[in-house]
């Protein structure tokens, strides 16, 4: 069965601290995004990677940076977290077809205080 | 700027049909998907449309009129499981997909 894994899925982090979030897919995946889920709003692209070392900003990068040393794991890195961070936030994978077909993780819901 | 519009919440009877609309407005387009979101979990794929016309999949169809910039999916035999958010994303020109924020279909007994 396919799978896409997130570390956590609750976390409750203070203000400033750095928080890491991470994925990790075992369907050999080229490609790699994560996203933020907020009531009321659609899914916001933070980064999406096609590649090992390789990494696109998204829609909403500012206050985040990604790191991609393996095919397998795209990790979302907090450097200092603020409470406008409070979200649910969503890894996905997907191959590089035109379907393009994604498939999540299970969430990460993490809590700034 | 792009737009993707589909209803807050929806109410439907088990046992009924329900249809879920999706109208968009995207530079370019490259396909439509709707996937399924239960209540805490992980979205899944549901279907996927590129030409116009009706793909059907068991209980589920969903439909694309790309000149209307306007989808539909349309849920027949409604059982209770069936009570999730449905999302709708377009891929564009760039082939990013934008969202929208998703129906919440609540099916009563």
């Known amino acids: 069965d396919v799978k896409v894994t997130q570390s956590s899925r609750y976390l409750v982090k203070r203000t400033g601290e750095k928080v890491f979030l991470e994925c990790v897919q075992d369907?050999?995946?080229?490609?790699m995004f994560w996203y933020r889920q907020d009531p009321g709003l659609g899914l916001r692209l933070i980064y999406f990677?096609?590649?090992?070392?390789?990494?696109e900003k998204g829609d909403i990068p500012e206050g985040y940076s990604v790191s991609r040393e393996k095919k397998e794991r795209f990790s979302l890195i907090l450097e200092s977290a603020s409470t406008n961070q409070t979200s649910m936030y969503l890894c996905?994978?997907?191959?590089?077809?035109?379907?393009?077909?994604?498939?999540f993780g299970e969430g990460s819901r993490l809590t700034v205080l | 700027g792009q737009n993707i519009d589909q209803p807050t919440e929806m109410t439907a009877t088990e046992g009924a049909i329900v249809q879920i609309n999706c109208t968009y407005q995207?530079?370019?387009?490259?396909?439509l998907f709707w996937y399924q979101q239960h209540a805490g979990e992980a979205p899944t794929f549901l279907s996927y449309?590129?030409l116009d016309g009706l793909e059907e999949k068991g209980r589920f169809s969903s439909f694309l009129s790309r000149s209307k910039g306007y989808s539909y999916l349309l849920l027949k035999e409604l059982q209770m499981k069936d009570s999730a958010s449905y999302l709708c994303?377009?891929?564009?020109?760039?082939?990013?997909?934008?969202w929208g924020a998703g129906t919440k279909l609540i099916i009563k007994p």
């Open positions: 369907m050999d995946h080229e490609n």
């Open positions: 990677s096609y590649d090992v070392k390789m990494k």
């Open positions: 994303a377009v891929k564009d020109s760039n082939y990013q997909l934008i």
């Open positions: 996905a994978s997907s191959p590089p077809t035109d379907t393009g077909e994604l498939f």
């Open positions: 449309n590129v």
């Open positions: 995207t530079s370019g387009f490259n396909g």
